[in-house]
């Protein structure tokens, strides 16, 4: 089927070639049915309803959010997968088989379902203004809630066909009386506790506790399948909004998508560098061209850059750099700044040089310098080291003041194992 029809922004699909010829081929796999297609549409026009109230707060606050949880979830998704691959190790209808595929699918539940209905819950309340943050949405309630809620609102879905509470809160507490096996079925039992008990229960067979766990699997496949149809419908606000823009790359995009991203750029660097035809004097100059380009992108007004050949030392002059030094904050701002001026050099002009020199403005006797070898910036790029490494590992000074940078990392690790935030890389 022709997929074009899906989009509702990019009036003009197509014409991001690659892109869209792999959502056309997928679409043979993901829309095989009449089920899946109306499911798609109904994620989708989810979506977009939640877009047009503040395109730029949902993008940032909700899509990009689901996506950059993806990488939690990615270990997860991996493992599940690996464990369906076992089904065939156990005898067909047999009790084993049964213990096995309920497993599967407290695990389906918890750990995927969970956090990918997180996206059309959001986006609902996003709709309805209860939106608070996508952490909330995403923790503060059971996926039970949130099926609940979207079901509510959803007339005639099938979204969550595959889901039952009553099987997920019996797998949930099996106990002695949650999940019993006889013949060929399996029996789950929700237990509200009481004098009496409560119970609820549910009989699945093998076959259709297998039925279940591929429609849920096929659910989320379909939400990824939505989300990179929505990525690209919103293509053209993504490269024209500065913050989406920023978000995109660092968060949504994984370290090897980024690394693809650079790889044009990387294979331009890497010809200059490798040119026997090129005196060294004329590699600096084209890669310091290409440089200052990064630097605009970047916004790091650097006014000069020279080479020290003995040394292989790019110096950069930066303008605005001006250190006072009874201001820590403003010391901590020019380190940072300076350390951005390395980390944007670093993949310019790779192996020709092995240390950068950073100079703000004035004289030597109250001039802020940063000094630095280039293996940081390279551990930074590549993903191996933060930013409160590299504050770390410079040095710093302002004329013979040498400017000491202390960073508690067992503070920062408690902050982190106390937080739900992002955490960035680091050493070790």
Known sequence: MDIKNFFKLKSNPESVTEEFNR??????????????????????????????????????DILFEFQASKHKVKPHQDRLYGEMARLDEFKPDSKEEAIFLVNIYRSLISDLFDPYITLIYASIQY?????????????????????ELCTSKLNNTSLFHSYNPIVRNATSHIGTDGVSYEKNKVIFKSIKRGKPPKVESVVWTNIQIQEHIIELISLTQLIDYAVDMFNLDISDEIKSDERIRHKYLDEVLTHSERKDLQQPLDIKIEAIISSEKVTLKEKIRGLTYLFFIQCRKRNLDVKNAGFHEES?????????????????????????????CGIAAEPCFKSLIKSYVVLGEGEKESQFRLEA?????NDYNNEKAGLFDLANEIKASVGDMVLNVNVDFDKIEEFEMASLGRKFPRRG
Do not use: C, W
């Open 23 to 60: 959502l056309q081929e997928k679409s043979e796999s993901i829309l095989s049915n009449s089920k899946n297609i109306s499911n798609l549409e109904q994620i989708l026009n989810i979506m977009h309803r939640a877009h047009s109230i503040d395109s730029q707060k949902y993008i940032l």
């Open 127 to 147: 709709t309805e203004g209860k939106f608070d943050n996508y952490i909330v949405s995403n923790l503060g309630q059971g996926e039970r809630n949130k099926v």
């Open 312 to 340: 292989q030392t790019i110096i950069m002059e930066v303008n605005g750099l001006n250190v006072d030094i009874n201001m820590q904050q403003d010391m901590t701002n020019s380190i940072m700044m300076a350390i951005m």
């Open 373 to 377: 070898p280039v293996s940081i910036f």
